[in-house]
Structures are given as structure tokens and as C-alpha cells.
């Protein structure tokens, strides 16, 4: 372990140890002095035990530390070991387990408590919770667990806080000495089976598959005896085909001849990309046999196709999650450009006030909120929707409607807005990026196969997309606002003649624009870097979905944000991304000049 020594706070001495042998003598002695008037014969008897605690005491700590540091010493050198090794060393000291589970504390104390048979003993048969030892894991990686110098649990985090645990309440009361908990090669090997072993208990199919995958990246020292009992009990289909496949890729590696042709043509239905390296290296070796070979060939071809299928079908997603934040910024845009006719082009920095805004929201759940910190985004889409609505309106009425009819002299006072807004943004947060952490429950993926992983984050901008979407259809569609919003766009004159009051619906339909933008920068937060250039890597594909789906049309702009979306992200995987947005700007010019109108055209009879 290491050790550094931290400078006790005033009023804070060594002597508080309750382990130290010199006060617990004193403290006896002191007693037997008490009575030594009234009895004599028994403060000798007293002397006596004193003497004999004190020896006994010291040199029983003298032994423990000699110990514990050869037996560190000794495993710091070892390699990794299998899971038959670590049972084989660890059957002695099995009874330390229950005595330990008796004791006060939870798991993670007693492993801090511990010396090093007991911790290789309490992680190959875990007495805890998948969790705890899943939070031990976490708390090694990330260097906070540390022991106090009378055995107490501690986590320090990176800014030097420190925590009790496991109440994990921050103390000032810093002990004299603190000793990191680390990890001999034993240990890591012994935790890395240790946590597949209990993973493979539990309830939860998902965890049974995660102590699968864990096994698979360690797969040389897998002991096959865990892998067939596990497989024996396995009731779930998916864990049953993981398990399966890692059996099949042990035989491929240790069986004989026959064994290892079953395997390959079991492995043959794979698409674990180590599943084909494993073919690869095998169809490099010499002196194959010749029916081993063949199956090795069809089993690569068969294992490539998928893989290369999974691939794409990612690559897929991964444009359709573009394309959804590509419609969440060109909606807004969609409908005020259809409106009122007027190149907005601070709309990327509405987007840019949407992200920042989430940003503020998490800011206060964490400074006021703790407790609720990891929910912060459900208050960040309604408060990046308002301030974004709210700016928009205020642009509207002060700049935009002054300048109605003049296309020119709008493009050039918004640009000047866009630049403005900032500046601003610049002066208040700084140039630097800021950091929007993603909620606990969008964390994550959803693994589809071994070689497809879906992130939660992406799936929810796909489905928060698609409600925002139907929402504005509704209010387009079924509402008297999106009556009003579609008279005046159709035809402005009329919808003044029977009373529409033109002026405040131009100023609410800009505030819903605004406001979708501000949606779609709080989107945009999960999954890229906020800083004050974000709206402008936007504004132009935002402005291509608007004008090659058709001014004002929302269904256009579904169909050309997916389009462009998934486009765009399968030309940057052949031609790169610089050659792509060529490309995407050469075929919109096509087609605009062989369809000025868009996918979709207005319909009506226009007086302007």
C-alpha cells in the first residue's frame, strides 16, 4: 500500500489511536491504582496483566506488520494467476470470511479492514452485494479508497475532500496517517473473477452478461468448470448464446481436432470482432489441417458479413440521431422562415442559448438541488424552450420587425445579433467549452450484439424528436394558434381583412421557433461540447433542411433532415469529412435548381 503522511489539525495528536498498547497499559495502570489502598494482592494481579497486555500487544503488532509487508512484498511480484490458483491460495483462509461477515461494517469496510489473505479471500467468494463490489471496483479505478490509521474507511476525492464511509459525509477530522488501497497483481486477478462469480448470481440477466463479457476479455485464465456449471443453471436466451459462444471459443483454442471444427462452425454465427481475430491469427498458423482450414475460411467470411452489417446498421443510427437534432434546430427555423420570409441568422446562437441554458439548470440542481442533481434535464428542455422563446420575441419585436420586406438589411441585422449574442456569451462563461455532464439514466448503451451498441443518449434525442414533432403537428394542425400561424403564411393581406391579429402572431410564431431552437441546443449538450461557437456549426445544414424540404413545411423537414442526416454520415465514412459537406452542398444545388420549391410546396393563393 501507499503511504503518505498527512499534518494533523490543532488539537490533534498521535496519541488518539485507540490501537496504541502504551495507553491501554497506562489506562490499566491508572485503574489498579485506584484501588491499590483496598486491595493490595490485587494490584498485583493487575501489574501483572498489565505487563503481560503490553507485551503480548506489542509484539503481536511488531509480527502483523512484518507480515502483512512480506506477504505484500511476495504478491507484488506475481503475475496474474488463474481463478484455480486463487482458490487453491485462498482455501486456508475461507473460515476468515465468516468471521469477518459477523463483524460491524459492510463489505467494502471489512475488505479495507483486511490484510491480504483475507481481501483474496473475501473476493473470490464476495459476502456482499453485486453493487458494493461493484463500488469497489469503481472506487480503486478511480484512486479514492483509502484507511485511516486506526483501520476506518475513507474516500478522498481529486479535489482532496475527504469522505467517511460509508455515511460518505465530508470530515475535516483528517487522521494522521492514510494509506491508499491499491492492488498486487493477485488482487486485480482475484477482483476481475471475483466480480464475474457474483455477477453470475444475480437476478438481474444483465449483470449475468456483463460477468460474461468479463470473462471473455480475460478468457486464458477462464476456468471451464464456471463456464459449464454457469451455462447448466442459465435460463435466459441471451446470456445462454453468450455463454455458449465463450465455451465454443475456449475449445477453438484448447480442444482437439474435432472439437475445435464444432467450435468453429458454432463460432461461425458470431459477430464478435474477437471472435474473427481469433480466425484471423488461427488461418496464419502453418501446418493446418485441411478440414480445420475450411471451416476457418467459411467461418471468417460468415463472421466478417456480420460484423460489417452490425457496422452499418450503427453508422445508420448514428445519422438518425444527427438528422433528429438537424430537425429539432430546422423546425423552429422552418416555421419563421416560412412566416415571415426573414434569413434569421441568429438562429444558431438560439440553439447555442438553449445548450447553455441546460448548463445553468445543472448548475443550480447541483449548487441547490444535490439530491435531485441527476434529473436536472427534465427542468433544463422547459427552461431552454422559455429563455430561447423569450430572446427570439425580444429580437422579433426590437430588429426584425422594422426591417419587414427588406431581405437584405434583415440578413445583415441578424448576423449582427448572431455576433452580438456571442460576445456576450464570450464575456459571461468565458471562451473556454463548459461541461455538461449526461444524467445517470442516458448513460450508457443498449448492446444489440457484440459488435452493434445502441448509446441511451442518442436513443432519447431520436424519441424526444419524434414527440416534439408529433406535438407541433398537433399545434399546427388541431389548434386556432397554428390556424392563424398557416393564414398568414399562406396569405398575410387576407388574414388581416378577417381580423387575424398579424403582428402578435409573427411575434409568437418567431418565440416558437426560437424556443425549438433552445430544444434543440439542450439536446445537443448531451452529445457534443457546449462553447460559443456551437450555433454555427449548425445554422448551415439547419438552412439546407429548411430550403430543400420546403419553406415552411414540417413534413419536408423531416424527410430532408433525414436525408441530409444519414447522408452526410455514410459519405463521411468513404470520402471523409471535409469532401462530404462538398458533396451534400453539390447535390442540394441539383436538386434546388431542378426543385426551387422543395419536396414540398405551399399551398394557396398568394397576394405578395
Known amino acids: ?17 485507540g ?9 490499566v495502570m491508572q485503574y489498579a491504582a485506584r484501588f491499590s489502598i483496598y486491595a493490595p494482592l490485587r494490584l498485583l494481579v493487575l501489574m501483572a496483566l498489565c505487563i503481560t497486555t503490553f507485551t503480548t500487544t506489542a509484539y503481536a503488532d511488531h509480527d502483523g506488520q512484518v507480515h502483512d509487508h512480506d506477504a505484500d512484498t511476495a504478491h507484488s511480484e506475481q503475475s496474474l494467476v488463474t481463478p484455480i490458483n486463487v482458490a487453491t491460495s485462498t482455501q486456508a483462509s475461507t473460515s476468515n470470511i465468516s468471521t469477518a461477515t459477523t463483524n460491524s461494517g459492510d463489505a467494502i469496510q471489512q475488505f479495507v479492514a483486511g490484510d491480504f489473505s483475507k481481501r483474496q479471500a473475501m473476493l473470490s467468494d464476495w459476502p456482499g452485494s453485486v453493487e458494493s463490489l461493484d463500488s469497489l ?21 481529486k479535489d482532496d475532500q475527504l469522505f467517511t464511509y460509508p455515511d460518505k459525509k465530508e470530515t475535516d477530522d483528517w487522521p494522521s496517517d492514510l494509506s491508499q488501497i491499491t492492488l498486487t497483481n493477485a488482487l486485480r486477478s482475484a477482483l476481475i473473477f471475483g466480480q464475474a462469480k457474483v455477477k453470475l448470481k444475480s437476478d438481474k440477466p444483465a449483470q449475468r452478461l456483463q460477468a460474461v463479457e468479463i470473462l471473455a476479455d480475460n478468457i486464458n485464465q477462464v476456468d471451464t468448470t464456471l463456464i459449464t456449471s454457469a451455462a447448466a443453471n442459465e435460463d435466459n436466451a441471451k446470456v445462454q448464446k453468450a455463454l455458449t459462444a465463450l465455451q465454443a471459443r475456449i475449445d477453438f483454442k484448447n480442444g482437439d481436432l474435432s472439437t475445435q471444427i464444432a467450435a468453429v462452425n458454432l463460432l461461425a454465427d458470431s459477430d464478435n470482432p474477437q471472435v474473427l481475430v481469433d480466425i484471423e491469427s488461427a488461418l496464419a498458423a502453418d501446418g493446418l489441417d485441411a478440414s480445420l482450414k ?90 431552454a424552450f422559455l429563455v430561447s422563446a423569450v430572446i427570439g420575441m425580444i429580437i422579433e419585436r426590437i430588429v426584425i420587425r422594422p426591417l419587414y420586406g427588406r431581405e437584405l438589411e434583415t440578413l445583415l ?35 444489440v450484439s457484440s459488435s452493434l451498441v445502441l448509446p441511451y443518449n442518442r436513443i432519447a434525442i431520436i424519441g424526444f424528436t419524434v414527440i416534439v414533432v408529433a406535438l407541433l403537428v398537433y399545434l399546427l394542425n388541431k389548434t386556432r394558434f397554428g390556424l392563424f400561424i398557416r393564414a398568414v403564411t399562406q396569405n398575410r393581406q387576407m388574414a388581416r381583412a378577417v381580423g387575424i391579429p398579424s403582428a402578435r402572431i409573427d411575434m409568437m410564431a418567431f418565440g416558437l421557433g426560437s424556443g425549438l431552437a433552445g430544444m434543440a441546443g439542450c439536446a445537443l449538450a448531451q452529445v457534443g461540447n457546449v462553447g460559443p461557437d456551437l450555433g454555427q456549426t449548425y445554422i448551415i445544414d439547419t438552412f439546407l433542411v429548411v430550403v430543400v424540404g420546403g419553406v415552411g413545411q414540417v413534413w419536408g423537414a423531416v424527410l430532408a433532415a433525414l436525408g441530409l442526416g444519414v447522408s452526410g454520415t455514410v459519405l463521411e465514412i468513404g470520402i471523409g469529412a471535409v469532401l462530404a459537406k462538398i458533396v451534400l452542398l453539390v447535390l442540394v444545388i441539383l436538386f434546388i435548381q431542378k426543385r426551387p420549391q422543395g419536396l414540398f410546396a405551399l399551398k394557396g393563393r398568394f397576394v405578395e
Not at 1 to 17: D, E, V
Not at 140 to 154: F, K, R, S
Request: charged share 10%.
Open 1 to 17: 500500500m501507499q503511504h503518505h503522511t498527512l499534518r494533523p489539525f490543532a488539537g490533534q495528536t498521535s496519541s488518539k489511536n
Open 413 to 447: 441585422a441578424t448576423f449582427g445579433v448572431s455576433l452580438i449574442l456571442m460576445q456576450l456569451v464570450r464575456m459571461i462563461f468565458g471562451a473556454q467549452n463548459v461541461e455538461v455532464s449526461n444524467v445517470a439514466w442516458l448513460s450508457g448503451a443498449y448492446q
Open 294 to 383: 475450411a471451416a476457418l475460411i467459411d467461418a471468417e467470411s460468415s463472421v466478417s458479413r456480420r460484423i460489417e452489417i452490425s457496422t452499418w446498421t450503427g453508422h445508420i443510427f448514428t445519422g438518425m440521431s444527427t438528422a433528429s437534432i438537424l430537425l429539432l434546430a430546422a423546425l423552429g427555423l422552418a416555421i419563421t422562415f416560412g412566416l415571415l420570409g426573414v434569413i434569421n441568422m441568429a438562429h444558431g446562437e438560439l440553439i447555442m442559448i438553449g445548450a447553455y441554458t441546460t448548463y445553468m439548470v445543472q448548475n443550480l440542481f447541483q449548487a441547490y438541488m444535490p439530491d435531485m442533481a441527476g434529473w436536472y434535464l427534465l427542468a433544463a428542455i422547459p427552461a
Open 19 to 27: 490501537n496504541n498498547p502504551q495507553a491501554s497499559a497506562s489506562e
Open 137 to 157: 471496483v469503481e472506487f480503486i479505478a478511480n484512486d479514492e479508497l483509502y484507511q485511516g490509521n486506526g483501520g476506518q474507511t475513507y474516500l478522498l476525492n
